[in-house]
Protein backbone atom coordinates (compact mmCIF):
# COMPACT_ATOMS: atom_id res chain seq x y z
CA UNK A 1 0.00 0.00 0.00
CA UNK A 2 1.57 3.64 -0.89
CA UNK A 3 1.74 6.10 1.45
CA UNK A 4 -0.78 8.26 0.25
CA UNK A 5 -3.16 5.04 0.80
CA UNK A 6 -1.89 4.56 4.06
CA UNK A 7 -3.07 8.29 5.44
CA UNK A 8 -6.21 7.97 3.99
CA UNK A 9 -7.35 5.07 5.07
CA UNK A 10 -6.11 6.44 8.67
CA UNK A 11 -7.94 9.67 7.97
CA UNK A 12 -11.22 7.55 6.87
CA UNK A 13 -10.60 5.60 10.46
CA UNK A 14 -10.41 8.78 12.59
CA UNK A 15 -13.09 10.05 10.44
CA UNK A 16 -15.65 7.05 11.64
CA UNK A 17 -14.19 6.62 15.06
CA UNK A 18 -14.86 10.10 15.64
CA UNK A 19 -18.59 9.82 14.56
CA UNK A 20 -18.84 7.04 16.69
CA UNK A 21 -21.68 8.31 19.90
CA UNK A 22 -20.34 8.32 23.18
CA UNK A 23 -23.66 5.92 24.19
CA UNK A 24 -20.89 3.31 22.76
CA UNK A 25 -19.39 3.63 26.27
CA UNK A 26 -22.63 2.51 27.48
CA UNK A 27 -23.32 -0.50 24.40
CA UNK A 28 -26.44 1.32 23.74
CA UNK A 29 -28.08 3.47 21.66
CA UNK A 30 -29.05 6.88 23.99
CA UNK A 31 -32.18 8.98 23.39
CA UNK A 32 -31.54 12.82 21.52
CA UNK A 33 -31.48 14.52 24.57
CA UNK A 34 -30.44 18.23 22.76
CA UNK A 35 -32.80 20.93 23.46
CA UNK A 36 -33.17 24.26 21.92
CA UNK A 37 -30.87 27.39 23.27
CA UNK A 38 -32.45 29.63 26.19
CA UNK A 39 -31.80 33.32 27.12
CA UNK A 40 -32.02 32.98 30.45
CA UNK A 41 -35.40 33.56 31.90
CA UNK A 42 -37.10 30.52 30.52
CA UNK A 43 -38.84 28.04 32.89
CA UNK A 44 -37.60 24.93 34.58
CA UNK A 45 -33.85 25.95 34.17
CA UNK A 46 -32.79 25.45 37.66
CA UNK A 47 -33.96 26.80 41.35
CA UNK A 48 -35.90 29.77 40.56
CA UNK A 49 -34.84 33.37 41.16
CA UNK A 50 -38.14 36.19 41.81
CA UNK A 51 -37.48 39.26 40.87
CA UNK A 52 -34.14 38.59 38.76
CA UNK A 53 -33.04 40.53 36.36
CA UNK A 54 -32.14 38.86 32.75
CA UNK A 55 -27.84 39.61 34.23
CA UNK A 56 -28.61 37.45 37.23
CA UNK A 57 -30.91 34.64 35.18
CA UNK A 58 -27.90 34.31 33.09
CA UNK A 59 -24.91 34.10 35.71
CA UNK A 60 -27.94 31.43 37.31
CA UNK A 61 -27.37 29.45 34.46
CA UNK A 62 -24.07 29.24 34.11
CA UNK A 63 -23.68 28.41 37.56
CA UNK A 64 -26.23 25.31 36.75
CA UNK A 65 -24.08 24.07 34.57
CA UNK A 66 -20.78 24.63 36.44
CA UNK A 67 -23.03 22.51 39.50
CA UNK A 68 -24.18 19.90 36.74
CA UNK A 69 -20.75 19.34 35.91
CA UNK A 70 -19.45 19.10 39.01
CA UNK A 71 -21.84 16.61 39.69
CA UNK A 72 -20.84 14.77 36.89
CA UNK A 73 -17.79 14.57 38.15
CA UNK A 74 -18.26 12.90 40.83
CA UNK A 75 -21.01 10.77 39.80
CA UNK A 76 -19.48 9.23 36.31
CA UNK A 77 -16.41 8.28 37.71
CA UNK A 78 -17.40 4.75 37.14
CA UNK A 79 -16.61 5.37 33.39
CA UNK A 80 -13.29 6.95 32.86
CA UNK A 81 -13.50 7.16 29.31
CA UNK A 82 -16.11 10.18 29.76
CA UNK A 83 -13.59 12.55 31.24
CA UNK A 84 -15.50 14.08 33.58
CA UNK A 85 -12.90 14.78 36.22
CA UNK A 86 -10.25 16.22 34.07
CA UNK A 87 -13.18 18.10 31.94
CA UNK A 88 -14.90 20.05 35.62
CA UNK A 89 -11.11 20.63 36.60
CA UNK A 90 -10.19 21.90 33.45
CA UNK A 91 -13.22 24.04 33.02
CA UNK A 92 -12.43 25.12 36.33
CA UNK A 93 -8.85 26.55 35.32
CA UNK A 94 -9.89 27.89 31.86
CA UNK A 95 -13.03 29.66 32.70
CA UNK A 96 -12.58 30.99 36.29
CA UNK A 97 -12.90 34.05 36.04
CA UNK A 98 -16.12 33.90 34.14
CA UNK A 99 -17.47 31.52 36.90
CA UNK A 100 -16.33 34.40 39.24
CA UNK A 101 -18.45 36.62 38.09
CA UNK A 102 -21.38 35.04 37.89
CA UNK A 103 -21.24 34.02 41.40
CA UNK A 104 -20.71 37.27 42.10
CA UNK A 105 -23.50 38.47 40.42
CA UNK A 106 -25.40 35.85 42.36
CA UNK A 107 -23.78 36.96 45.59
CA UNK A 108 -25.63 40.79 44.89
CA UNK A 109 -28.96 39.27 43.49
CA UNK A 110 -29.50 37.68 46.94
CA UNK A 111 -28.10 41.08 48.96
CA UNK A 112 -30.62 42.68 47.27
CA UNK A 113 -33.47 40.35 47.67
CA UNK A 114 -32.60 39.97 51.47
CA UNK A 115 -32.30 42.48 54.71
CA UNK A 116 -29.40 41.62 56.11
CA UNK A 117 -25.68 39.58 55.39
CA UNK A 118 -26.73 36.57 56.95
CA UNK A 119 -30.04 35.91 55.41
CA UNK A 120 -28.01 37.06 52.05
CA UNK A 121 -26.25 34.35 52.71
CA UNK A 122 -28.27 31.62 54.14
CA UNK A 123 -30.20 32.59 50.63
CA UNK A 124 -27.43 31.89 48.79
CA UNK A 125 -26.50 28.94 50.61
CA UNK A 126 -29.94 27.15 49.95
CA UNK A 127 -29.47 28.22 45.99
CA UNK A 128 -26.12 26.39 46.07
CA UNK A 129 -28.04 23.11 47.55
CA UNK A 130 -30.93 23.07 45.25
CA UNK A 131 -28.86 23.96 42.37
CA UNK A 132 -26.17 20.96 42.92
CA UNK A 133 -29.35 18.43 44.19
CA UNK A 134 -31.35 19.09 41.26
CA UNK A 135 -28.79 17.33 38.86
CA UNK A 136 -28.28 14.47 40.81
CA UNK A 137 -29.96 11.32 39.85
CA UNK A 138 -29.70 7.35 39.46
CA UNK A 139 -32.80 6.41 37.11
CA UNK A 140 -31.46 8.77 34.53
CA UNK A 141 -27.43 8.49 35.35
CA UNK A 142 -26.17 7.01 32.40
CA UNK A 143 -28.33 9.76 30.14
CA UNK A 144 -26.78 12.30 32.34
CA UNK A 145 -23.33 11.50 32.06
CA UNK A 146 -23.26 10.90 28.28
CA UNK A 147 -24.42 14.46 28.60
CA UNK A 148 -22.31 15.56 30.68
CA UNK A 149 -19.61 14.30 28.98
CA UNK A 150 -20.94 15.75 26.01
CA UNK A 151 -21.08 19.44 27.63
CA UNK A 152 -18.18 19.44 29.45
CA UNK A 153 -16.20 18.62 26.21
CA UNK A 154 -17.84 21.65 24.51
CA UNK A 155 -16.87 24.34 27.65
CA UNK A 156 -13.26 22.74 27.90
CA UNK A 157 -12.50 23.91 24.37
CA UNK A 158 -15.04 27.07 24.35
CA UNK A 159 -12.53 30.47 24.12
CA UNK A 160 -11.84 31.67 27.92
CA UNK A 161 -15.38 34.35 28.16
CA UNK A 162 -17.74 32.08 26.30
CA UNK A 163 -18.62 29.64 29.25
CA UNK A 164 -21.97 31.25 29.73
CA UNK A 165 -22.53 31.02 25.49
CA UNK A 166 -22.36 27.30 25.94
CA UNK A 167 -24.79 27.63 29.13
CA UNK A 168 -27.23 29.13 27.09
CA UNK A 169 -26.65 26.69 24.19
CA UNK A 170 -26.42 23.20 26.53
CA UNK A 171 -28.96 23.77 29.94
CA UNK A 172 -31.44 22.07 28.34
CA UNK A 173 -29.88 18.80 27.37
CA UNK A 174 -28.37 18.33 30.71
CA UNK A 175 -32.12 18.90 32.02
CA UNK A 176 -33.66 16.57 29.72
CA UNK A 177 -30.97 13.78 30.38
CA UNK A 178 -32.42 14.26 34.05
CA UNK A 179 -35.18 12.09 32.56
CA UNK A 180 -35.01 8.39 32.57
CA UNK A 181 -34.96 6.49 28.90
CA UNK A 182 -33.75 3.26 28.13
CA UNK A 183 -31.86 1.80 25.33
CA UNK A 184 -33.57 3.18 21.64
CA UNK A 185 -32.32 1.16 18.90
CA UNK A 186 -34.02 -2.31 20.74
CA UNK A 187 -37.39 -1.01 21.83
CA UNK A 188 -38.71 -3.63 24.58
CA UNK A 189 -41.00 -3.38 27.38
CA UNK A 190 -40.00 -2.51 30.92
CA UNK A 191 -43.23 -3.18 33.37
CA UNK A 192 -43.46 -0.60 35.67
CA UNK A 193 -44.83 -3.01 38.25
CA UNK A 194 -45.20 -6.68 38.77
CA UNK A 195 -48.80 -7.80 37.05
CA UNK A 196 -49.61 -10.86 36.83
CA UNK A 197 -52.87 -12.66 34.06
CA UNK A 198 -56.10 -13.73 36.06
CA UNK A 199 -55.58 -17.76 36.67
CA UNK A 200 -59.25 -18.11 38.00
CA UNK A 201 -60.48 -21.53 36.62
CA UNK A 202 -63.85 -20.12 35.77
CA UNK A 203 -61.39 -18.19 33.00
CA UNK A 204 -59.58 -20.93 31.14
CA UNK A 205 -60.78 -23.48 29.13
CA UNK A 206 -58.92 -26.20 27.27
CA UNK A 207 -55.58 -23.19 27.76
CA UNK A 208 -57.88 -20.72 26.21
CA UNK A 209 -59.01 -17.09 27.87
CA UNK A 210 -62.61 -17.24 27.95
CA UNK A 211 -63.81 -13.49 26.90
CA UNK A 212 -67.71 -14.17 27.60
CA UNK A 213 -66.64 -15.10 31.25
CA UNK A 214 -64.07 -12.83 32.05
CA UNK A 215 -64.15 -9.73 29.66
CA UNK A 216 -60.51 -8.38 28.46
CA UNK A 217 -57.19 -10.07 29.18
CA UNK A 218 -55.60 -8.11 31.55
CA UNK A 219 -52.54 -9.09 30.83
CA UNK A 220 -49.43 -8.09 29.40
CA UNK A 221 -50.47 -4.55 31.33
CA UNK A 222 -51.20 -1.31 29.31
CA UNK A 223 -48.45 0.95 28.44
CA UNK A 224 -45.14 1.41 26.69
CA UNK A 225 -41.68 0.95 27.56
CA UNK A 226 -39.11 3.59 28.52
CA UNK A 227 -36.97 3.29 25.67
CA UNK A 228 -40.60 3.84 23.38
CA UNK A 229 -42.26 6.88 25.45
Known amino acids: MLLGQIVGAGVAAAALLGAT ?55 CQFEPTLMTVSNYNAMLTDHKTELKHSWDVLTKYFARLNKTPKAAQNALDQFGTKTYSSFTTVAAQYNFCLAANDVGREVVFAPRGDFGKVALQRIRELRN ?48 GIAQR
Open 21 to 75: PAAAQFFMQAKDMSGAPVVGNEPGLGPALPGATLEEQKAAVTWNVRAALNVAALQ
Open 177 to 224: SLTPWGEQRFPRFIYPQVTLPRLDAICWKNGDWQVKKCGAQNFPPAGV
